[in-house]
């Protein structure tokens, strides 16, 4: 009936348009939404198509949609006809990273991604509004980026501008201590057997190598900064989302991407108009950040809470902090399985 509004949230993990769905009884009743979208499903009383309206949308009446159940049929088919690859397949390697700091990933990661489960498919995942109260702990932040995104400088000056209310997730490295840094600061410095041993007693929750010394963060290093009560940003991996997604940590997750032009004007490479050194940023490299990031956001985008486009690293900033004091004052949608 109609006083009984329905409680079902649906966050939608793949993006729908009725009008290229040859299996829908009606194109016209049908509700097309975007990945990301919340839906709020008012009728699941058909196995397989739910009505549902989009949250957000004034418009009032509901539409079609495939139900979790038959989304998910349907996709584990394409994949076994071959039709359609797995979403989850690791992507194409980027080629020749010259400006590399894509750390190599160890361990069980590296292990060939297999057909997953039916529950693994992309369809919908049901969520929930949630507020954090006063002297709760507050959501994790995970900043992941693409190429050229930058993100480390843009946590590092938000966190500066705020130390009180912002920490940062210390990593561990064996790479040596420059004279400027402090152990504890911006690494904990560890030998390279510290290191092993700690990653075969997990306590990592990701960890790489680059030339030639290894890096990783640990849960530890999280909670202790949550333990302090601050709001905790971690930049990580994005597989370490695969650990991260649990009520403990509530992640909050920010894609940060830089803005990239259509193309180089030719011309503008060379010195800036002040006569410094300005770094030369050819068409290969602008394809490059492109390809990360459409591989970004195709292998992690469904996780992603907010995408941020980075124009400058001052509007940037200026946009983090934002999304932070948001984040803190206002209701969130979550999966409904971490307030159970
Ligand atoms: P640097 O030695 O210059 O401080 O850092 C080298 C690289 O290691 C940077 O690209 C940085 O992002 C990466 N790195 C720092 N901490 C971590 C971490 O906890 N995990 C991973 N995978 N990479 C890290």
């Known amino acids: 009936d109609r006083l009984k509004e329905s409680k079902v949230y649906m966050k ?98 590296d292990t060939p991604e297999e057909t997953p489960p039916e529950s693994e498919f992309l369809t919908y995942e049901e969520v929930t509004r949630y507020q954090q109260r006063p002297g709760e702990r507050p959501r994790l932040v995970v900043m992941i980026g693409s190429l050229g995104a930058r993100i480390n400088e843009l946590k590092q000056r938000v966190i500066a501008e705020n130390p009180h209310r912002y920490g940062v997730a210390v990593p561990h490295t064996t790479r040596p201590k420059k004279t ?34 290894l890096y990783g963060t640990s849960l530890e290093a999280i909670r202790s900064v949550q333990a302090k009560n601050k709001l905790c940003i971690a930049d990580v991996q994005p597989e370490a989302l695969k650990t991260l997604r649990t009520a403990e940590f509530k992640p909050y997750v920010i894609f940060v991407k830089p803005r990239i032009p259509e193309s180089q004007p030719r011309h503008t490479s060379g010195t800036s108009p002040a006569g410094g050194e300005q770094y030369r940023i050819t068409d290969e490299d602008l394809e490059e950040m492109r390809q990360s990031g459409a591989q970004m956001d195709q292998q992690y985008g469904h996780w992603v809470d907010r995408v941020l486009v980075k124009e400058d690293m001052a509007s940037a900033c200026a946009e983090l902090r934002g999304i932070l004091e948001r984040l803190e004052r206002e209701p969130s949608w979550v999966p409904v399985s971490w307030l159970r």
């Open 180 to 213: 400027h840094e402090k152990d504890g600061v911006e690494y904990h410095f560890v030998s390279k057997q510290a290191f092993d041993a700690d990653a075969q007693n997990n306590k990592f929750i990701e960890y790489g190598e680059y030339k030639e010394n």
């Open 12 to 109: 939608a993990l793949f993006d729908y348009n009725p009008s290229e769905d040859k299996a829908t009884p009606c194109q016209e009743a049908g509700l097309p939404f975007k990945r990301g979208d919340i839906l709020q499903v008012v009728s699941h009383d058909d196995p397989t198509w739910w009505q549902a309206k989009r949250v957000g949308d004034s418009n009032l009446r509901a539409g079609l949609i495939p139900s979790k159940s038959f989304q998910e049929r349907r996709l584990a088919y394409r994949v076994k006809m071959g039709t359609m690859p797995h979403l989850r397949s690791p992507g194409r390697p980027l080629s020749g990273l010259r400006r590399s700091f894509r750390l190599s990933r160890k361990g069980r990661q």
